[in-house]
């Protein structure tokens, strides 16, 4: 049913929507430079699979990739 590499459980979702249909959705043309949608898309993923991954260290580094996000959006 899962595959360790191609179709981890973490990001399975409910069966019907996987993390990576709904990153395609949200991220569907929508005309940001490449390097703010690489953190949104990182910070995304690590939001999504943190009850069923790593806990409290997912939820860390979604801050970061926000952080590093915004840091892009503020020209620094």
Same mark, same amino acid.
């Given at each position: 049913m899962f595959h360790p590499v191609k179709e981890p459980k973490h990001y399975a979702g409910d069966g019907e929507v996987s993390?990576? *249909?709904a990153l *395609? &959705?949200?991220l569907y043309n929508i005309g940001l430079p490449g390097i703010q949608i690489y953190w949104w898309g990182c910070a995304f993923?690590?939001?999504w *699979?943190?009850? &069923?991954k790593n806990g409290v260290q997912d939820v860390d580094k979604c801050i970061q990739c926000l952080k590093y996000l915004k840091d892009e959006l503020e020209g620094k």
């Amino acid at each position: 049913m899962f595959h360790p590499v191609k179709e981890p459980k973490h990001y399975a979702g409910d069966g019907e929507v996987s993390c990576m *249909r709904a990153l *395609r &959705s949200m991220l569907y043309n929508i005309g940001l430079p490449g390097i703010q949608i690489y953190w949104w898309g990182c910070a995304f993923k690590y939001l999504w *699979r943190w009850p &069923s991954k790593n806990g409290v260290q997912d939820v860390d580094k979604c801050i970061q990739c926000l952080k590093y996000l915004k840091d892009e959006l503020e020209g620094k």
